[in-house]
């Protein structure tokens, strides 16, 4: 067998609030970092065999950042938390000046030319794309010719008329798709996914 296996993790950070506000709201309770990542070297190690162990060695959060002028109590809050996490899990944090009229244009150009680069680096063997977007396509091939396996992330679930998903492009160009909201009801993964939560009521 060989050594370690090396994770990274790269995360699309509206995609990873919008997931963490729709588990929030259903009372299941704050999606954490630390046990996520042990989910995704679980996982990994399940369908990646033939190492001594599977570590996330680098983990980056990418999103754009807006001003606090419309934003109101309970969000600031909520987007707090987030960032403590993130210190605390050792995720290093990418944030964008946003404007309310501009939007999060740019950011998976942004997004993917810092991951193309850390690919090129050479510290990682498989790549965790935490997203479903099908911009992210050229990269996930990318990364490939590199010599780096690509894992698409994603949460999958409907709430108010929004749909949450990832492209059928993005999942044909990776190596591997996870759904993670697919173990909620998975019998080798329930209880693991019950443990990605902090009790809500410790946030309020």
Request: charged fraction near 25%.
């Amino acid at each position: 067998m060989d050594g370690i296996l090396r994770i990274g993790v790269f995360y699309d950070g509206s995609h990873f609030t919008y997931a963490q506000n729709y588990f929030y709201g259903r009372k299941l309770g704050w999606l954490t970092f630390q046990p996520f990542h042990k989910l995704l070297e679980g996982y990994i190690h399940k369908h990646y065999q033939g190492f001594l162990d599977y570590k996330v060695v680098y983990a980056a959060w990418y999103q754009g950042l807006f001003t606090s002028v419309k934003a109101d109590e309970k969000k600031l809050k909520l987007d707090r938390n987030r960032h403590h996490d993130l210190l605390h899990a050792g995720v290093e944090t990418k944030f964008y000046p946003m404007s309310q009229t501009q939007g999060e244009k740019g950011i998976d150009v942004a997004m993917a030319i810092d991951i193309l680069q850390i690919g090129m680096e050479g510290i990682m063997d498989v790549a965790v794309l935490v997203t479903g977007d099908g911009d992210f396509v050229p990269l996930v091939r990318a990364l490939m010719k590199k010599g780096v396996t690509v894992v698409v992330a994603y949460f999958g679930y409907e709430e108010n008329g929004r749909k949450s998903f990832a492209n059928e492009r993005l999942k044909e160009a990776s190596n591997y798709v996870l759904d993670i909201n697919s173990l909620e009801t998975d019998r080798d993964y329930k209880s693991q996914f019950k443990s990605l939560f902090r009790d809500f009521k410790s946030d309020d």
